[in-house]
């Protein structure tokens, strides 16, 4: 896959205010590796290679198992996941795709009893933005530099 262009370079200061929430959103109160979970399976839905490489990684950097990222599209189907992780989940795909059901109430539901408001509030966010970091992956053809240097050497 050949790049497009380096939207980082090409419009900093239009880019930088996704960088501010990111930064601003990684200090949140939800557990590290809930939304590693949530922006794994986000990326999983958009096929975004780019942030499928950098969350998985991150993911297992901490301490996630290999055993739940590999079952991870398959969630509902798997006793791994934690009644909270499975509502995020939910509400991650209800988000992802918003058009197949605005977000149903079942779901909401689901989100509720297990977050409170404000985390609420954060894992939406978290959601709404590995969607649009996947789509500037996906748009611009985002290579991830690990992915470069094994074109490299091949």
């Known amino acids: 896959m050949q790049p497009r262009m380096n939207p980082y370079t090409i419009a900093p200061d239009i880019i930088q205010p996704m960088l501010d929430l990111a930064k601003k959103l990684s200090q949140g109160k939800l557990e590290h590796s809930l939304v590693e979970l ?3 399976r986000a990326s999983q839905m958009n096929g975004c290679a780019f942030c499928l490489h950098m969350h998985t990684s991150a993911a297992r950097a901490a301490g996630e198992t290999e055993q739940r990222l590999y ?33 149903p109430d079942h779901v909401y539901e689901e ?18 933005t590995i969607n649009a970091w996947n789509r500037i992956a996906i748009g611009f053809r985002s290579v991830h530099p690990h992915d470069l240097k094994k074109a490299r050497a091949a």
């Open 38 to 40: 949530v922006k794994t």
């Open 71 to 103: 079952l991870l599209d398959a969630w509902r189907e798997s006793n791994l996941y934690t009644p909270r992780e499975r509502a995020a989940l939910a509400w991650t795909e209800a988000l992802t795709l918003i058009t197949s059901g605005h977000a």
């Open 111 to 128: 989100v509720r009893s297990q977050f409170s408001e404000e985390e609420m509030v954060e894992l939406t966010l978290q959601i709404t």
